[in-house]
T-cell receptor, first 114, second 114 residues
Framework: IAGITQAPTSQILAAGRRMTLRCTQD?????MYWYRQDLGLGLRLIHY???????GKGEVPDGYSVSRANTDDFPLTLASAVPSQTSVYFC?????????????FGPGTRLTVL | AQTVTQSQPEMSVQEAETVTLSCTYD???????LFWYKQPPSRQMILVIR??????QNATENRFSVNFQKAAKSFSLKISDSQLGDAAMYFC???????????FGKGTRLHILP
């Protein structure tokens, strides 16, 4: 693994189903993030984690949950998917709080909720 | 709350010409970082250039440079000698040092005309 990986690459999901998007980084970054990208709206922060064991809400957290059991993994769960959650989801990481470093992004997951 | 505004949804430039993408932001913080990211059709987010707010000198990376006007809260990206590979969506981003969140603009889609 080099950098950030996300799985699956794409998924079609029936409304009401539970879905977990996976994100793993091998850079030992402390901070991790989940964004959704929608046409005309740019990237919006869903949840973030400054370090393992802590999480925080972003701009659009409703309907999503995250956990950060260790440094490398930061899964995003949709407990009961709705069509408005159709989007491209990006996971990102950075070295840590208050550093000058940029965020590194995964390749994204395209999710369609029918 | 901080906001980032990109007022140009789309722009076009002739190959080998120069183009400037605009970005303004709103914040009450005095120290922060600003970034430009590029997203080509592959969907991968790529860092183009970064600027620390405490630095007066404008950042430069090869053909990419910024015009950072802190008082005006403006952070434009200039691409010189435009190439076909520069065609992409460009996002301006603001990073707070207080809570480590990064706020993205809605993006500018840049077309390069051969």
């Amino acid at each position: 693994i080099a950098g950030i990986t996300q799985a699956p690459t794409s998924q079609i999901l029936a409304a009401g189903r539970r879905m977990t998007l996976r994100c793993t980084q091998d850079m030992r970054h402390n901070a991790m993030y989940w964004y959704r990208q929608d046409l005309g709206l740019g990237l919006r922060l869903i949840h973030y984690s400054n370090t393992a064991g802590t999480t925080g809400k972003g701009e659009v957290p409703d309907g999503y949950s995250v956990s950060r059991a260790n440094t490398d993994d930061f899964p995003l769960t949709l407990a009961s998917a709705v069509p408005s959650q159709t989007s491209v989801y990006f996971c990102a990481s950075s070295t840590g709080f208050g550093t000058r470093d940029e965020q590194f992004f995964g390749p994204g997951t395209r999710l369609t909720v029918l | 709350a901080q906001t980032v505004t990109q007022s140009q949804p789309e722009m076009s430039v002739q190959e080998a010409e120069t183009v400037t993408l605009s970005c303004t932001y709103d914040t009450s913080e005095s120290d922060y970082y600003l970034f430009w990211y590029k997203q080509p059709p592959s969907r991968q987010m790529i860092l183009v250039i970064r600027q620390e707010a405490y630095k007066q000198q404008n950042a430069t990376e090869n053909r990419f440079s910024v015009n950072f006007q802190k008082a005006a809260k403006s952070f434009s990206l200039k691409i010189s000698d435009s190439q076909l590979g520069d065609a992409a969506m460009y996002f301006c981003a603001y990073r707070s040092l207080r809570d480590d969140k990064i706020i993205f603009g809605k993006g500018t889609r840049l077309h390069i005309l051969p």
